[in-house]
């Protein structure tokens, strides 16, 4: 496939990957007659999994190290191909808790707000104007 058909499948600007090419992110593509890249279709399933490195927060420099083992030949680099994923993963669970606890406090202010709205309860920050406003007896 042609790099627009590869940044449309990705959603990746031509731009973005012929840096990722640059920068060895993504390895040089074989070159058809006219000098155009051809990208096999294996490609995507790379730029898949590089894409979700990215979105759970692996900095750049640790998807480059990643690429750059991954390009080494035979079992060498496994290991700490592994080892990456695994500490990654840690990170990535450790968020994930961090989220999920976050959403159920945004849940709380969510319903919090709807009873309020509803009149079930009194607002409380209406409550704390009302008597910060209010003089009191000398």
Known sequence: ?????LATKTGLSVDTLRYYEKIGLVPRPLRDA?????YDTGILRWMRFLDR????GLAMRERL????????????????RREMLENHREKVASDLVK???????LDEK??????IESG???DPLAE???SVSKPRDA
């Open 1 to 5: 496939m042609l790099i627009g058909e």
């Open 34 to 38: 006219g000098g155009r890249r051809v």
């Open 53 to 56: 490195l990215k979105a759970t």
């Open 65 to 80: 190290r990643y690429a750059e083992l991954r390009d080494q030949p035979g079992l060498a680099s496994v290991r700490e």
């Open 99 to 105: 989220l999920q606890e976050t959403l159920e406090l």
């Open 110 to 115: 969510v319903d919090l707000y709807r009873r």
């Open 120 to 122: 079930d309860v009194p």
């Open 128 to 130: 704390l104007a009302n």
